[in-house]
């Protein structure tokens, strides 16, 4: 290679820079597979007859990262409990696969099951009906590691008191009952109940819906701090889209027993890909009165999740259905999940259609339209 003076110049044989490799994700500590809960109607003499079906859970997917929370939102009645509980095993499943740490959980037995049910522990809504009212705080958080083989009194008091510290409490307090504690200090007890055997995976069933606001933060940030300290991932079911955007890494959407989309919690946020999720969105409250609200607001009731609706299960209340026209397909095929972009995935036929100008079609058709602040990516 010469140079304008016609030298001859010598290039360095520089190695191009080594490109790291891809950070892999985190593995699923958690796997669901097609789960189904059907609760059976009876009728006849002495219900002797089966005449139908709710279906509570109908062919839930997915899985859960170890170390991340995965939040769980959807109306009340969508089937978000009755999940949790299928996959602790507190109810029996019709149909499905639970795996927790490679392991099937309703296939699991003797020590075995114990081993997994000390690894997975729940927290429950009710911090009242919870707890039970004959037992001191001490000995309900103490409960755990009896079961489970700890049969030392001064350990097990150990534990009791430095728990209790952790999550705000008094070391004294080991000795009080239930009554004597307001709404969040049960809560507390409720947690530190659930760590006491020291868990892998905890199931949050809306830990805070029953607080006052200014308790539900306290309550989170616990929930945030516990997890970092103590390696624990969290399945977090609430309908309360603000607290779930506050403390998950991931989202999933819930509607008559059926997840409609999964994504990152600032995917799901920014840019929601599903109808009904677009929905929720634009209901959440925005504490700025300069902002005026403009809601989406959904047609009709929920259906019967005994009878639920032909093809995709939200049509019959679907704001972009009747923009579009009300395809064909939308009724007589129901949408499975799909790949819409990396790690989002979504339930819905037309997803690529939700558009500013779609949005304003709705508008004009008088059914509403999400916030000003809560509008999908491109909205003006």
Not at 41 to 47: A, C, E, K, Y
Request: aromatic share 4%; charged share 25%.
């Amino acid at each position: 290679m010469a140079d304008v003076s016609g030298r001859r110049q010598v290039v360095p044989n520089v190695a191009p820079a080594a490109v790291p490799p891809p950070t892999p994700a985190p593995e699923a500590l958690l796997e669901v597979r097609d789960l189904r809960k059907h609760f059976e109607i009876r009728g006849g003499l002495l219900g002797a007859r089966r005449v139908g079906a709710i279906r509570a859970v109908d062919g839930v997917s997915f899985e859960v990262r170890r170390g991340e929370t995965l939040g769980l939102v959807g109306e009340s009645g969508c089937g978000k409990t009755t999940l949790g509980k299928l996959i602790l095993r507190l109810l029996p499943l019709s149909r499905g696969e639970v795996r927790f740490a490679g392991r099937n959980v309703f296939e699991a037995s003797g020590d075995e099951l114990k081993e997994l049910r000390r690894k997975m522990q729940v927290v429950f809504q009710d911090p009242y009906s919870s707890l039970d009212s004959r037992m001191t705080v001490g000995d309900i958080i103490g409960e755990g590691p009896l079961i489970h083989g700890m049969r030392s009194r001064q350990q097990r008091q150990e534990i009791v008191r430095a728990l209790l510290v952790r999550v705000g409490l008094d070391a004294g307090h080991a000795s009080r009952y239930p009554h004597e504690f307001s709404g969040g200090q049960r809560q507390r007890i409720g947690i530190a109940r659930a760590l006491a055997v020291n868990p892998e995976f905890v199931v949050c069933d809306e830990p805070v819906s029953a607080l006052d606001v200014s308790i539900q933060s306290q309550v989170l940030n616990l929930l945030r701090d516990l997890q970092e300290e103590f390696g624990l991932t969290y399945l977090f079911i609430a309908h309360n889209l603000a607290v779930v955007e506050h403390i998950s890494d991931r989202v999933a959407v819930m509607y008559l027993g059926r997840v409609v989309e999964l994504a990152d919690v600032e995917a799901i946020y920014r840019d929601p890909r599903h109808p009904y999720t677009v929905a929720l969105l634009s209901a959440v409250p925005v504490p700025d009165t300069r902002i005026r609200r403009r809601r989406l607001v959904l047609t009709g009731d929920v259906p019967s999740p005994a009878s639920p609706p032909s093809g995709c299960r939200f049509h019959t209340r679907c704001w972009l259905f009747e923009v579009l026209g009300r395809p064909g397909n939308c009724v007589a095929t129901e949408p499975e999940l799909r790949e819409l972009g990396i790690g989002h995935q979504i339930a819905c036929h037309w997803a690529e259609e939700i558009t500013p100008q779609a949005i304003e079609a709705a508008i004009r058709a008088g059914a509403g339209a999400p916030s000003a602040d809560r509008q999908p990516a491109g909205s003006a």
